[in-house]
Each structure stands twice: as structure tokens, then as C-alpha cells.
């Protein structure tokens, strides 16, 4: 396959007319011959929007865009419960206080978006949860 794209479009003419001389070039060279056949692409028949284009690939890459208040809110969640899943009650009380510390910082940081209500946790309330579960 020639790098017909790394040549420069010719000065005066338009993009379509280049962009139609280059497929049709490539198509003459055999370039698309024997390409595996695709999956037809979902939507092509509504319009698209730079905010449905953001939003797929926010999906597609498995991202979040959250608040800071409501994604520490988020991280809270996910961390207690991989909190309540660990071995030891010293390492329950050290990642309590690493997450306190989290909790902390961000709260300090919150400048956009709704305000954080997470506070801090009661180290001896989630190694009684943690000590519960274990039973």
C-alpha cells in the first residue's frame, strides 16, 4: 500500500475531491480487497453530537467524570468494602487511616461542584463491621 495520506492535499483543491481521489486510488490498487468484514457502526442513522461523542468515549474507556465531592463519595464506598475484606484488625485500623487521610485532603480541595458531606470514619466503628462480618 502506497502512504497515499502522508502526501499533502494539493493547494486549491477542496478536502472531498482529495479525500475521493485517494479512496479511489487506493481502491484501483486493490488496497480494500479482502478486508475482514466489520460490525456495521451502532447509530449511524441519528445525528451525533460532541456530547454523545464524549459520552462513548468516556464509556468505551471505562472513565468516570464525577464531582470531587461525589467521587470521594465513590471511593469511600469501594474502599470500605475492600476494607472489610482484609485479614487483619491492624491492617483494617491502617487502611482507615490512610482513607481518613484521603478524605481529608480532598475535602480541603473541593472547590467545584456540590460540597463533600464525607467525613471521616470512626476507626473502631469499621473494625466492629469488620470483626462482625468475620463471625
Known sequence: MRGAMTERKPFGMPYESWIDRLVREAQERGDFDNL???KPIPN???PWTLDDW???MLKRE???VLPPGLQLRRDVELALD???Q?????GVRNAVEQLNQHIRETNLRVLEGPA???RPLDPEEV???WRARGT
Open 36 to 38: 475482514p468484514v466489520g
Open 44 to 46: 449511524l442513522d441519528r
Open 54 to 56: 464524549a459520552r462513548e
Open 62 to 64: 471505562g472513565l468516570s
Open 82 to 84: 475492600e476494607i472489610l
Open 86 to 90: 482484609l485479614g487483619a484488625e491492624q
Open 116 to 118: 463533600s458531606l464525607v
Open 127 to 129: 473494625v466492629a463491621r
